[in-house]
């Protein structure tokens, strides 16, 4: 058979899988995200929010919806990809693919694809979500979706990384409690670091969220903390770096071939 | 042409486990094999190196010819391998466990879908098409890896074990089938067994793995006819107080003071050892074979390998 046709419908297998999956466990998947959503946009958009004046000129709640988007996007993409791959490493259904003619490098796009529909999915329902809060269009549309796109997939490169070295469910959680969160919380999503002290405003520059999220946010107001291109630059260099570190883990089967 | 060719395998797992340790092995294609070893021999590692799910430490293996370090592709999609354990999607339907594994062998869903229905309804699990996969039974577990490793028609079958923990009537349907496709679809099947019956039933070669060493290797038919003696339970009409010696046989006694156990090397007749016996005034009420003669002389080979060198 030939060697493409193969691995393209072996890809196309993979994510109608992956697809499958978080679609049919949507309750745990899709539902939080958009919650977690509602709640910032209540709390913090509308209720603080109404105090806060305008920040670079833009009400408070338009302000932070594109970072109350992206978080659910980075969120979800990386989740969907640590825990499903780590439960095919788990169950040890991932030996069908090793077994299979499938090469790394389609599994890999496989299961990132999975990440990214998932993060699509999560962005969606967050961004109707925000419609009761606002009538924003995006300014820039296509520069949204190519940063929320290549934002997705480095996240799912991620937790493609976090999953072939996890033991336990634990270790699954342990890069997004304590590096994700912070990393999200302190990228910009709740202000511009221009109200930072310039210390502060100098160590931001070192959290590569910042440069997605704002990058996003150009997307969607038409403002941003960074040139864009300085976003779209950070987020290639680590696709190129988390890449290629995963297609290393795979090619020589860390964590799956004893 | 040869459907497998291993050369020198050897595979250190970490800490020193030397599960094989530098095994030759060849098999025709068509061929019916048996891979024969107690537990902890190297069976499974032999097996998951062949199929891709275990690095080796070195040495070759080709498939049909093709090179597992050059030419993975081609090794892969002509194997289809039923494992030792379950490894497949507990919680999906198991047509979906089918279906994903024609697709990530290049067969297009649709194709997919009938070759799932088929295979499905060979093994006797089509009514639990939309039964998730930890619902099925120990059986129709294993049955379902079967269908799995089957979707994709590949040439040579691997199966590790498959008859533990299945009952006698689907033992048998499943030596039926996998005869079946030995002989119609002239695919080259290998398994792993304890069950020496099972090998003798099925197989036409038969290679003994012991403490990762192969000790013998070839035709049933030969190594049956080189199992070289046969051991007989004897209940006696008198209790001894010690085994006699009647030479060329070899005796002993058992917990029961009235049986004795008598091992008749090839080419001796039970008779005699009767009259033996008869002629030391011992009288035989009634006689047994203790054990397969294949079973006795595998133990015998692994008793000899005992104190293999590291
Ligand atoms: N993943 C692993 N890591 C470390 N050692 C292993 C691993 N898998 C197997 N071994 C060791 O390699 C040796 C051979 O094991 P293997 O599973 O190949 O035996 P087997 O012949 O299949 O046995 P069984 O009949 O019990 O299935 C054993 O000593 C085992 O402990
Ligand atoms: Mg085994």
């Given at each position: 058979?030939?060697?493409?046709?193969?691995?393209?419908?072996?890809?196309?297998?993979?994510?109608?899988?992956?697809?499958?999956?978080?679609?049919?466990?949507?309750?745990?998947?899709?539902?939080?995200?958009?919650?977690?959503?509602?709640?910032?946009?209540?709390?913090?958009?509308?209720?603080?929010?109404?105090?806060?004046?305008e920040v670079d000129g833009f009400a408070y709640m338009d302000f932070l919806i594109p970072g109350?988007?992206m978080?659910?996007?980075?969120?979800?993409?990386?989740?969907?990809?640590?825990?499903?791959?780590?439960?095919?490493?788990?169950?040890?259904?991932?030996?069908?693919?090793?077994?299979?003619?499938?090469?790394?490098?389609?599994?890999?796009?496989?299961?990132?694809?999975?990440?990214?529909?998932?993060?699509?999915?999560?962005?969606?329902?967050?961004?109707?979500?925000?419609?009761?809060?606002t009538?924003l269009r995006p300014v820039h549309?296509?520069t949204t979706?190519?940063i929320?796109?290549?934002?997705?997939?480095?996240?799912?490169?991620?937790?493609?990384?976090?999953?072939?070295?996890?033991?336990?469910?634990?270790?699954?959680?342990?890069?997004?409690?304590?590096?994700?969160?912070?990393?999200?919380?302190?990228?910009g999503i709740f202000y511009s670091i221009s109200m930072?002290?310039?210390?502060?405003?100098?160590?931001?520059?070192?959290?590569?969220?910042l440069y997605m999220i704002n990058g996003f946010r150009y997307g969607i107001l038409g403002i941003s903390d960074i040139p864009l291109w300085q976003s779209?630059?950070?987020?290639?260099?680590?696709?190129?770096?988390?890449?290629?570190?995963?297609?290393?883990?795979?090619?020589?089967?860390?964590?799956?071939?004893? | 042409?040869?459907?497998?060719?291993?050369?020198?395998?050897?595979?250190?797992?970490?800490?020193?486990?030397?599960?094989?340790?530098?095994?030759?092995?060849?098999?025709?294609?068509?061929?019916?094999?048996?891979?024969?070893?107690?537990?902890?021999?190297?069976?499974?590692?032999?097996?998951?190196?062949?199929?891709?799910?275990?690095?080796?430490?070195?040495?070759?293996?080709?498939?049909?010819?093709?090179?597992?370090?050059?030419?993975?592709?081609?090794?892969?999609?002509?194997?289809?391998?039923?494992?030792?354990?379950?490894?497949?999607?507990?919680?999906?339907?198991?047509?979906?466990?089918?279906?994903?594994?024609?697709?990530?062998?290049?067969?297009?869903?649709?194709?997919?879908?009938?070759?799932?229905?088929?295979?499905?309804?060979?093994?006797?699990?089509?009514?639990?098409?939309?039964?998730?996969?930890?619902?099925?039974?120990?059986?129709?577990?294993?049955?379902?890896?079967?269908?799995?490793?089957?979707?994709?028609?590949?040439?040579?079958?691997?199966?590790?074990?498959?008859?533990?923990?299945?009952?006698?009537?689907?033992?048998?349907?499943?030596?039926?089938?996998?005869?079946?496709?030995?002989?119609?679809?002239?695919?080259?099947?290998?398994?792993?067994?304890?069950?020496?019956?099972?090998?003798?039933?099925?197989?036409?070669?038969?290679?003994?793995?012991?403490?990762?060493?192969?000790?013998?290797?070839?035709?049933?038919?030969?190594?049956?006819?080189?199992?070289?003696?046969?051991?007989?339970?004897?209940?006696?009409?008198?209790?001894?107080?010690?085994?006699?010696?009647?030479?060329?046989?070899?005796?002993?006694?058992?917990?029961?003071?009235?049986?004795?156990?008598?091992?008749?090397?090839?080419?001796?007749?039970?008779?005699?050892?009767?009259?033996?016996?008869?002629?030391?005034?011992?009288?035989?009420?009634?006689?047994?074979?203790?054990?397969?003669?294949?079973?006795?002389?595998?133990?015998?080979?692994?008793?000899?390998?005992?104190?293999?060198?590291?």
């Open positions: 058979m030939n060697y493409w046709r193969l691995q393209w419908i072996a890809y196309c297998t993979i994510v109608r899988k992956e697809v499958r999956r978080f679609t049919r466990i949507w309750v745990q998947t899709i539902t939080p995200p958009a919650v977690n959503a509602l709640l910032y946009m209540l709390i913090f958009g509308g209720l603080i929010g109404s105090r806060i004046r109350i988007i978080m659910g996007i980075i969120t979800s993409s990386y989740g969907n990809v640590v825990s499903s791959f780590f439960g095919t490493k788990l169950q040890k259904h991932i030996e069908e693919l090793l077994v299979s003619p499938v090469s790394n490098t389609t599994i890999l796009a496989g299961y990132i694809t999975g990440g990214v529909a998932r993060g699509a999915a999560v962005g969606m329902i967050v961004s109707l979500v925000a419609m009761f809060f009538d549309p296509v979706i190519f929320a796109v290549l934002t997705s997939i480095m996240f799912s490169l991620g937790g493609l990384i976090n999953a072939v070295y996890a033991q336990t469910f634990d270790e699954c959680s342990i890069v997004p409690n304590f590096v994700l969160a912070p990393l999200t919380y302190l990228g930072l002290p310039p210390l502060a405003q100098k160590l931001s520059l070192f959290n590569p969220v779209f630059a950070v987020i290639m260099v680590f696709i190129v770096i988390l890449g290629t570190i995963a297609m290393t883990l795979l090619n020589r089967g860390v964590g799956i071939k004893p | 042409m040869t459907a497998l060719e291993i050369q020198n395998l050897v595979k250190v797992y970490d800490k020193d486990t030397y599960a094989l340790r530098g095994i030759d092995l060849t098999v025709a294609e068509g061929d019916f094999f048996a891979l024969l070893g107690p537990n902890g021999a190297g069976k499974s590692t032999a097996i998951g190196i062949i199929s891709s799910l275990v690095n080796k430490t070195s040495g070759s293996v080709k498939v049909f010819g093709h090179d597992l370090d050059t030419d993975v592709v081609a090794t892969k999609a002509s194997i289809g391998l039923v494992p030792q354990e379950f490894n497949f999607n507990g919680f999906e339907p198991i047509i979906n466990t089918i279906t994903n594994v024609a697709g990530y062998n290049g067969i297009p869903f649709s194709v997919a879908k009938k070759r799932a229905e088929h295979y499905l309804k060979r093994l006797d699990l089509w009514d639990k098409r939309n039964a998730a996969g930890r619902e099925l039974s120990g059986g129709m577990k294993r049955r379902l890896m079967i269908a799995r490793a089957l979707v994709h028609e590949p040439k040579m079958l691997i199966l590790d074990e498959p008859t533990a923990g299945v009952d006698i009537e689907i033992r048998r349907s499943m030596w039926d089938y996998l005869s079946e496709i030995n002989s119609q679809n002239g695919t080259t099947i290998i398994l792993t067994t304890h069950y020496l019956e099972e090998a003798e039933a099925l197989c036409r070669n038969v290679a003994i793995i012991d403490h990762g060493q192969i000790i013998e290797n070839g035709a049933v038919t030969k190594l049956l006819s080189q199992a070289m003696q046969e051991t007989f339970v004897l209940n006696l009409y008198s209790d001894l107080t010690e085994a006699p010696s009647i030479k060329p046989f070899t005796t002993r006694l058992r917990d029961d003071a009235n049986q004795l156990e008598v091992d008749v090397p090839k080419g001796e007749s039970v008779t005699s050892m009767i009259d033996a016996l008869k002629n030391r005034g011992i009288q035989v009420g009634s006689i047994r074979t203790k054990s397969n003669r294949l079973e006795a002389f595998f133990l015998r080979l692994i008793g000899k390998n005992d104190g293999a060198a590291p």
